[in-house]
């Protein structure tokens, strides 16, 4: 069983960054397809980013696109999530997914492709 665990949450002000980490425990991390989802109060969990095995491709949500960036290192089993420009609607519990099927475009916004998930990290943005 994967361990996937987030950390790098916090509060901020409107404008502000933050970099989420999401590290998994297993040896073949190379291969996977990494996805960061996000839910807010009352919402249903929503796709935010992912990235491919080697990181050569990746996808954001439009809400997202331009201001966060996922990147990983793969010497480090770790995936980030740099996050700029924040905005009081990016308040959440974020959410990094593992799969270990190669990266699709039309399937990673889809939260139930993912079979390891972490317990989240919450990301609070003031206004």
């Known amino acids: 069983q994967e361990q996937v665990v987030e950390s790098g949450g916090g509060l901020v002000q409107a404008g502000g960054s933050l970099r989420l980490s999401c590290g998994v425990s297993?040896?073949?991390?190379?291969?996977?397809?990494m996805g960061w989802f996000r839910q807010a109060p009352g919402k249903e969990r929503e796709f935010v980013a992912a990235?491919?095995?080697?990181?050569?491709?990746?996808t954001y949500a439009d809400s997202v696109k331009g201001r966060f960036t996922i990147d990983r290192d793969n010497s480090k089993y770790t995936v980030y999530l740099q996050m700029n420009n924040l905005k009081p609607e990016d308040t959440a519990v974020y959410y990094c997914?593992?799969?270990?099927?190669?990266?699709?475009?039309?399937?990673?916004?889809?939260?139930?492709?993912?079979?390891?998930w972490g317990q989240g990290t919450q990301v609070t943005v003031s206004s």
């Open positions: 297993e040896r073949t991390f190379s291969p996977y397809t």
């Open positions: 997914a593992a799969d270990r099927e190669p990266f699709r475009t039309e399937d990673v916004t889809d939260m139930h492709e993912y079979t390891y």
């Open positions: 990235s491919s095995g080697r990181g050569v491709r990746t």
